[in-house]
């Protein structure tokens, strides 16, 4: 059977660490980092005898996160215990939901080429984390680190609903993109604060039935969660045309080989024995309780896209993506409301801070300046002070220091030059350097005029009005006709 | 319902037991008769009474989220029996 008759289903179990102040059953700070155990308690240390209580923010946050994503809520809700063995779980079980989870039959939407699709989302659960384990090359052993242990989670399980590594990753990053918006989570992939386990199997086209799936765990960047999907996809399919079986197993991805290993663990891993937590008592939530939370919800992305689309006239593209991620958006906002030019602000975002982002290898939340430096620097180019090539130079400037705009301009001598007879010296200039172009023109090659503004851009270093030397330069052209 | 000699070989496996053949035998018994003693619930009519979904009857016990910073990490490592660097050591563990 040939590769295109296979397709892939794909379905995701992300985690994502809730920005509460403390843990999900103590009182210890969750803050990222801090000397080894000194964010721990006898609590989150399992020590005998200490019992649990829920932290009510954890509630909220996941309430949110369900009403934020289309979820139902369970009013009549319960935490369970999963039991396992591993150093990095001092209980040796974990504090989980089974069967209530706080949230259940949501989905988000996500921009595909064939148009919007839903993934559905089967539930969300709060959780506990586990500690990390740091090893060392001496080989003396392994090292416990439980500060975040007890961090609290949430986990959204979707449906295999996805069907291609680019589904996955535009999932991916809706959900990022709606947890950064509700502001529940600081979503950073790079500290383990969003990550997710991927499910993957493929199928004949057509077929009703899922083939065996391999679930590879804890994969915490975009980039990875791609290419380990397409990887298994095509090794899966080798195996099957080769006439082996799928063998159900979770794998390690190692993005070093770019190749997924069976992880050599116990085989009853999934059976996790679960039962009702006998250290906490039921979550009962009101409609009162869910309904105020769902009226303070913060304003989605999907209802400002539509607000740019209709107020402020911006394109489709444009639209989606200012919208894409909380801090696109909140910039475009702020400098809308300083400098009156949605297009060029949503274009600015677009093309030139979405480029300097993606060469620094950043991502939007890493931005230090605001929609009042870019708001300005908008208006600067409106007024004709600066052209729009030199207002990406002033772009790179406020990558490296955030400044007013105004600011670097006259500290770089960036200023535009709109006087008329200093443009006309530079035109005689290069007039006089180029007859070849001159004659070029007047033969009829219009492409002449493009190389003659361009040699006048790089002597005045592209601070010439590009309108005005046009002008001038059309007008200096015909008088030898 | 019988319960297998070799689902409670699995069951001691998931809760790290090494029992020996006569313990094997043994708890092969016991949990038999645990079973069937609460497999006797399973014959209670239910069908008129709500969904239980605890055994303890209050609900919605919830903490303020403000940090209490406990300050003694070094008694919280003392029974380890064996640390370093503020970290509990233990046999290396391959991922
Ligand atoms: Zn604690």
Redesign the pocket.
């Given at each position: 059977m040939a590769r295109e008759d296979y397709e892939v289903v794909i379905g995701l179990e992300v985690h994502c660490e809730l920005s509460t102040k403390?843990?999900i059953?103590?009182?210890?700070s969750t803050e990222f980092g801090g000397e080894p155990n000194t964010?721990?308690?006898?609590?989150?240390?399992a020590m005998p005898g200490t019992l649990p209580v829920l932290n009510e923010k954890v509630v909220e946050y996941a309430v949110k996160a369900g009403l934020a994503t289309n979820c139902s809520i369970e009013k009549n809700s319960k935490n369970d215990r999963k039991n396992y063995f591993y150093p990095d779980n001092p209980k040796s079980y974990q504090i989980s939901q089974y069967d209530k989870p706080l949230c259940y039959d949501g989905y988000v939407t996500i921009e595909t080429e064939e148009g919007e699709k839903k993934i559905r989302i089967e539930r969300i659960h709060i959780e506990e984390d586990a500690g990390k384990l740091n090893h060392d090359e001496y080989g003396r052993g392994s090292f416990v680190d439980?500060n975040r242990?007890?961090v609290p989670l949430i986990e959204v399980v979707s449906k295999p609903d996805l069907r291609s590594a680019k589904e996955a990753e535009s999932y991916m990053r809706k959900l990022k993109s709606i947890f950064e918006y509700i502001e529940i989570s600081d979503c950073k992939m790079e500290q383990g604060s969003l990550r997710a386990d991927v499910n993957v199997s493929v199928r004949k086209k057509g077929s009703k039935e899922f083939g065996t799936r391999t679930e590879m765990k804890n994969m915490n960047s975009f980039r990875n969660i791609v290419r380990a999907i397409e990887y298994e996809t095509e090794r899966q399919i080798d195996e099957i045309e080769n006439g082996n079986e799928i063998m159900q197993e979770s794998l390690r991805w190692d993005e070093i080989s770019g190749r997924t290993f069976p992880m050599r663990d116990k085989e009853d891993a999934d059976d996790y024995r679960y039962f009702p937590e006998p250290d906490l008592v039921s979550i009962k939530l009101s409609d009162e309780y869910i309904n105020k939370i769902k009226n303070e919800l913060p304003e989605l992305p999907e209802s400002r896209r539509k607000r740019y689309i209709d107020d402020y006239n911006l394109t489709e593209k444009a639209a989606n993506f200012v919208t894409s991620s909380k801090y696109y958006s909140n910039l475009f906002e702020e400098a809308v409301e300083i400098c009156k030019n949605p297009k060029t602000v949503g274009n600015l975002i677009m093309s030139d801070i979405a480029r300097i982002l993606n060469e620094r290898e950043e991502e939007p939340d890493s931005l230090k300046f605001t929609g009042k430096e870019l708001g300005e620097l908008v208006t600067l180019i409106d007024k004709g002070t600066i052209s729009s090539s030199i207002a990406k130079k002033v772009l790179e400037e406020l990558f490296n220091e955030v400044k007013m705009p105004s600011k670097i301009i006259e500290e770089k001598g960036w200023v535009q030059i709109s006087d008329e007879n200093a443009i006309k010296e530079v035109v005689e200039k290069v007039l006089d350097a180029n007859p070849q172009s001159v004659s070029d023109y007047k033969a009829g090659k219009d492409k002449a005029l493009g190389f003659l503004v361009g040699q006048a851009m790089k002597e005045t270093k592209g601070k010439a009005n590009p309108q005005m030397l046009n002008k001038l330069f059309l007008e200096e052209l015909k008088k030898g006709e | 319902m019988a319960i297998s000699k070799e689902e409670v070989i699995h069951i001691a496996k998931l809760a790290d037991l090494n029992l020996s053949e006569d313990e094997i035998e043994k708890y092969t018994k016991d949990m038999q008769e645990i079973l069937e003693f609460a497999n006797r619930i399973n014959n209670v009519d239910t069908s008129e009474m709500t969904e239980t979904i605890a055994a303890n009857e209050k609900s919605n016990v919830f903490r303020k989220d403000e940090v209490v910073k406990?300050e003694n990490r070094e008694v919280l490592l003392s029974n380890a029996p064996s640390q370093d660097e503020g970290m509990f050591r233990i046999p290396k563990v391959l991922n």
């Open positions: 403390t843990k059953f103590c009182s210890c964010h721990c308690c006898p609590i989150c240390m439980l242990a007890g | 406990f």
